[in-house]
DNA sequence: TTCTTAATTTAGACAAATCTAAAAATAATT
DNA sequence: AATTATTTTTAGATTTGTCTAAATTAAGAA
């Protein structure tokens, strides 16, 4: 059994293996808020439960122990979100929060329930997977906004930012997840793209555009 | 904002008040499992955020916002506890330790939300009376069991014992909230109660009598 | 390769919540 | 009222997670 604080650095140190390999010691410190020392602390820690393998000044790696509790707390996460979003009515810019205390509560037959009373749902309002409790993803195949050409279609599933700013923005766009779109243009001076969401036309910026998530067809 | 361990400290004195004024330290370190020297020190940080008042070797009183405060948690405690037996199928026996956790949430917008969707429930699964955002609850007028007469009749309303064992004994019996039972004999020699359910005989113990509440009709 | 900068770790301290053992205050008995 | 027993509080230590400041290592530039 992990303490909540373990867990969340067991979790930031999961996504961020996702962009590089060893997890530098500053990367966890910026994402959790607090200074490298206390990262040192912690990861000493973690090795010493076989969490995580770990080399001074090289930085962590979570071992196949380590990596299941974390997708276990996502797991526990995403699904949180589904419930609040589905069944209590919050906005997808306003679950991330109160999910990332939910996350922690430690109950084997609720988080089973809870998966089943929310129909088994494979991704979360964000379009993010979820694992199932054997920590297994369905595979996902989306490219970026961004990086469709002039008439590629397809379907948004997902945004790989999570600020409420930003979805809300999307929201009051349209650009929501289901939503089909067309790009028409890509503006060669700004980046920005020109596309159409049913039956209108419209212009989003480059910025924009490369945190949205699309599967192609 | 109170820490997780203030919280669990005012609720514990909360549900104490209820019994003797004021509330000692043995009683608070007994329920909380801990030693009548952490209590000591707990209680002084609690006066100084004015949560309670406190008078060295007599003991705590809540004082009205440390009421408000545990009022609030109970709320959120017994809410859950109708979620998980409403929505996810849990025993009424089951869900009093998730609800421990689930207390300490932190979002308002969450709690009212689940309370719309729980159909404002008046009680949780084992009768308890659950207040409203403002902390005022309904009166609830229930007898112990054990102080029935014979003849007197009414509906189970409430239990005053939460452990499992005692709740999957009551569920083994059909002693169930909302049953309707009439006490026959209540034996002279060890106190157990004879009582009609459903057309059926049925003898319990004093001690068992003694834990479920009536509401007389 | 040597110097400089950046990243990381260590050393020592601190706040929160707990504990044990000893001291002090209150309550109960003789 | 004096003695004994119980309850409560203090003193000092411990664990968890954090911090600042200084030392160390690694990486980058000249
Ligand atoms: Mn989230
Ligand atoms: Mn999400
Ligand atoms: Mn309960
Ligand atoms: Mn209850």
Redesign the pocket.
């Known amino acids: 059994m992990q ?4 867990e ?2 067991l979790k930031v140190i999961y996504h961020l293996s996702e962009i590089s390999h060893p997890v ?4 966890i ?1 910026d994402r ?14 973690l090795s010493e439960k076989e969490l995580v393998h ?6 962590v790696t979570l071992t196949e122990k380590g990596k299941l509790t974390a997708i276990n707390i996502v797991r526990k996460h995403r699904l949180w979100e589904v419930f609040l979003v589905d069944k209590l009515n919050f906005k997808w810019d306003e679950v991330h929060e109160v999910a990332e205390e939910l996350e922690h509560i430690q109950s084997n037959l609720l988080i089973e329930r809870l998966d089943e009373f929310l129909d088994y749902p494979k991704v979360d309002p964000h379009g993010d997977p979820i694992p199932d409790k054997n920590g297994n993803f369905a595979e996902m195949t989306f490219v970026k906004l961004s990086k469709l050409k002039n008439g590629d279609k397809g379907n948004i599933t997902g945004v790989s930012e999570h600020s409420s700013p930003f979805l809300k923005h999307l929201e009051k766009l349209g650009l929501t997840l289901g939503k089909r779109v067309e790009v028409i243009d890509v503006v060669e001076f700004d980046g920005s793209v020109e596309l159409l969401l049913e039956q209108e036309k419209l212009n989003i910026s480059r910025e924009v555009a490369k945190h949205i998530l699309i599967t192609k067809n």
């Open positions: 303490s909540y604080t373990e969340n650095y530098q010691t500053n990367a410190a959790i808020q607090t200074k490298a020392a206390s990262v040192t602390d912690m990861i000493k820690k770990y080399v001074k000044y090289q930085g």
